[in-house]
C-alpha cells in the first residue's frame, strides 16, 4: 500500500469514526423527541433552541461525573468491557461502502474503509465478538444483577446470531458473493434484495432488534427486574461506552439493512447524473436517507411494543426464527437451482 492510499484511508476512517460518534449522540436526542411526541410531550427543549445540545450537555455530565469502580470488582477486566463494547460497535462499519467514489483534490476516493472479499463474514464475526463486552462488564462487577443481564445478553445475541446468519446465507446464495460492494453494485437501480428476499429481510431485522438489545428485546437491562443490567454498577464515561455502543450498534444494523436489502447507495435515475461529485454527495446522502429511516422504525418499536418475557424471547429465537431461516435458506436454493 503506497502512502497517499494509506494516508487517504486513515483520513477516511477518521471521518467514519467521527460521524458515527456523532450520529450515536444525536440519536439519543432524536429517540427522546420522538418519544415526546408519541406520548404528546415536548421533549428536551431547554439546551439550546429546541434542546438541540442536549447530546453535548449530556456528555460533558458523563464526562465530569465521578469515576466509581466497586471495591469487589475485578477492576481491570471492570474497564475492558465498556471498550470492547465501543471499539467492536466502530469497527463494524469498515466493510459497509456509503458510495462508489468521490473527486476529492483531483483523486478519486472510493467511500468504503475497506472492500474486502468476506464482508459479511467480517460483519458477523465482530457481532460476536461485541457480546463479550456485556459479558465481561457484567461478570467483573461482582453484582449479581449486573452477572444476570450479562447472561441474558450472551444468551440473546448467541440465539440470534444463528438466525441472522441463516437470513445472510440466503442472500450470499443469490449473489455469489461475501464482498459487501459486490452485493450493493448488483442491486443497481431498484433490482434490491428486499423484492426477491422479504422474509430474509424480516428475519434479519428482528434479529436485530435482538442484537442491539432494543425494545422489546431490552431483556438484558431490565430496569423493572435487573436495575440497570449489566451496566448497574458503571458510572462516567465507562457508563456513556455501553450507552454509546448500544446506539452505534443501531446505526450500524440500520446501515448494513441498507446495504443487503436496499440497494445501499443505490437510486433510480443514478446513471443520469454525470458529474462524479454531485453522483457521490447524492449517493452518501440516499444512503444516510435509508438508515434514519431504519432508526426511526428502531425507535418506533421501542416506544409501542411491551418487553417480551425472558422464556417468550428464546421460543421466538429457537422455535420460530431459526425454522423460518432455514425454510428461507432451503427456499432460495431451491429457486435458484430451477429458475436460473
Known amino acids: 500500500m503506497d502512502s497517499s492510499l494509506l494516508l487517504e484511508k486513515t483520513i477516511l476512517v477518521a471521518i467514519l469514526t467521527l460521524v458515527t460518534l456523532g450520529i450515536a449522540a444525536y440519536l439519543t436526542y432524536g429517540e427522546r423527541k420522538v418519544a415526546a411526541f408519541m406520548q404528546d410531550r415536548i421533549g428536551p427543549n431547554r439546551a439550546g433552541v429546541y434542546g438541540i445540545f442536549q447530546p453535548l450537555a449530556d456528555a460533558g455530565k458523563l464526562f465530569f461525573k465521578e469515576e466509581f469502580i466497586p471495591a469487589t470488582a475485578e477492576k481491570w477486566l471492570f474497564i475492558l468491557g465498556p471498550a470492547v463494547a465501543m471499539v467492536t460497535a466502530t469497527i463494524t462499519s469498515a466493510v459497509i461502502p ?3 467514489e468521490l473527486p476529492v483534490l483531483g483523486r478519486m476516493v472510493q467511500l468504503q ?32 444483577y449486573s452477572l444476570f443481564g450479562a447472561i441474558r445478553a450472551s444468551a440473546q445475541m ?58 422489546p428485546f431490552d431483556l438484558p437491562e431490565c430496569e423493572t427486574e435487573l436495575i440497570g443490567g449489566y451496566h448497574t454498577e458503571y458510572s462516567s464515561m465507562k457508563l456513556g461506552f ?35 461529485t454531485i453522483l457521490g454527495i447524492a449517493q452518501i446522502a440516499v444512503m444516510f436517507s435509508k438508515i434514519l429511516i431504519f432508526i426511526f422504525v428502531f425507535m418506533w418499536i421501542r416506544w409501542t411494543l411491551p418487553r417480551f418475557r425472558y422464556d417468550q424471547l428464546m421460543h421466538l429465537g429457537w422455535k420460530s426464527m431459526i425454522p423460518l431461516a432455514l425454510f428461507n435458506m432451503l427456499a432460495t436454493g431451491a429457486i435458484s437451482l430451477f429458475f436460473k
Open 113 to 144: 474503509v475497506a472492500d474486502v472479499n468476506i464482508g459479511v463474514l467480517y460483519i458477523m464475526g465482530i457481532v460476536s465478538v461485541g457480546v463479550y463486552g456485556i459479558m465481561i462488564g457484567g461478570w467483573a462487577s461482582n453484582n449479581k
Open 242 to 276: 455501553y450507552l454509546f455502543s448500544e446506539y452505534v450498534n443501531m446505526f450500524v444494523s440500520s446501515a448494513l439493512m441498507a446495504t443487503v436489502y436496499f440497494g445501499g447507495y443505490n437510486f433510480p435515475g443514478m446513471d443520469l447524473i454525470e458529474n462524479q
Open 98 to 100: 456509503w458510495g462508489t
Open 158 to 215: 448467541i440465539s440470534y446470531e444463528l438466525s441472522m446468519g441463516l437470513a445472510l446465507i440466503a442472500v450470499i446464495m443469490m449473489s455469489g458473493t461475501l464482498s459487501l460492494g459486490e452485493i450493493v453494485a448488483q442491486q443497481k437501480g431498484m433490482n434490491w434484495n428486499i423484492f426477491y428476499q422479504p422474509l430474509g429481510f424480516l428475519i434479519f431485522f428482528i434479529c436485530a432488534l435482538a442484537e442491539t438489545n432494543r425494545a
